[in-house]
């Protein structure tokens, strides 16, 4: 018989072996804002905030984070609580928990209450750390309260 005639030899291991292998599908990290609400405001919410707010050179605030009445209309709320050298203060309130529920800021001069809650964020498709971040430092900054203003 000729080796023309001779079937297909039966593909071994070592012919497996050399074939590439199929691309290694990249896993993306979970994204800092698919934490658990209760994890991600004092894991990385609060020490950021911290971070930014020192960046301007003023003291930073006490934050807490707490469920509570909301200022000014006392509904059940999720808020951090930010407090100022002085006694300034200010509220970031989560209607449930969840960093894209509805959110409402408040603010408070020294020695008095809130007057006025305020919509916040509501026209955002997507909530995550750095808007949240940036927008808290924003309208504190517009209050005249960070740094040297």
């Known amino acids: 018989m000729s080796d023309s005639a001779s079937p ?5 291991k070592a012919d497996a072996a050399s074939k590439p292998a199929p ?10 804002e ?4 209760g994890e991600f405001i004092p894991e990385l919410f609060l020490p ?3 971070k930014e707010i020192k960046a301007f050179g003023g003291a930073a605030p006490q934050l807490s984070f707490e469920q509570g009445p909301m200022p000014v209309v006392a509904s059940p709320c999720w808020m951090v609580q930010g407090t100022f050298p002085g006694g300034r203060r200010f509220w970031l ?3 449930e928990a969840g960093i894209s529920s509805a ?3 408040a603010v408070a001069e020294t020695g008095s209450e809130p007057s ?8 955002e498709k997507k909530t995550t750390l750095a808007l949240l971040i940036s927008r808290v430092v ?5 209050q005249k309260w960070l740094g040297p203003n």
């Open 48 to 50: 950021a905030l911290i």
């Open 138 to 142: 924003s309208r504190l900054n517009s």
């Open 34 to 37: 698919d934490k658990p609400f």
């Open 8 to 12: 297909a030899p039966n593909p071994t």
């Open 93 to 95: 309130c989560f209607t």
């Open 103 to 105: 959110k409402t800021f």
């Open 23 to 32: 691309a290694a599908v990249k896993v993306k990290p979970p994204a800092p």
């Open 116 to 123: 006025l809650l305020e919509s916040f964020l509501i026209d």
